[in-house]
């Protein structure tokens, strides 16, 4: 899929099918993670693939935001080095990870920002790390509408040269 389509038509999905993705696919998706562009280079981020069940289904418990990790076919767990560009960095890394999946028919939503330290016993990450987000993907339950957003127009959010000069 082209890199606009995916972002034109990407949706948060967090009803997924049965069904594994394939090795190869999961393999693109944390390599996009670990291709994206960081600050100096310096790529603040670990990435924990977790596949398995009871793993997953803890996660799904653990994580007040994201219970749907319990019926993902995967999560990633991305953890974050202390950098002041770690934010950036991480969320671009997140970023990458969610269109590729999306471009090759498997969905992902971002679940992160409440009660994720609960995680780290269950993961084994060592003190001093921070689980910036975990992302769970998986084949969408749903048919969804590719591209079918709620969107404010983008002359009220674009402007050119100046602000309230629109965007046209």
Do not use: C
Not at 126 to 148: E, S, T
């Amino acid at each position: 899929m082209e890199a606009f389509k995916a972002v034109q038509t990407v949706l948060a999905v967090r009803k997924y099918q049965d069904k594994p993705v394939p090795a190869e696919t999961v393999r693109r998706i944390v390599e996009a993670a670990h291709l994206t562009g960081s600050s100096m280079n310096r790529q603040p981020w670990h990435f924990i693939v977790v596949e398995d069940r009871a793993a997953l289904q803890k996660m799904g418990e653990l994580a007040h935001t994201g219970p749907y990790i319990a019926q993902a076919a995967l999560a990633v767990a991305v953890v974050v080095e202390d950098s002041p560009y770690a934010v950036s960095d991480a969320s671009r890394a997140v970023q990458s990870m969610m269109l590729t999946a999306w471009s090759e028919g498997v969905g992902s939503n971002w679940v992160g920002f409440f009660n994720l330290e609960a995680l780290k016993p269950l993961l084994g990450i060592p003190a001093g790390l921070q689980i910036f987000a975990v992302v769970p993907f998986g084949y969408p339950l749903d048919a969804i509408g590719r591209g079918k957003k709620n969107r404010k127009p983008l002359a009220e959010v674009a402007h050119r040269e100046r602000f309230g000069q629109p965007f046209e």
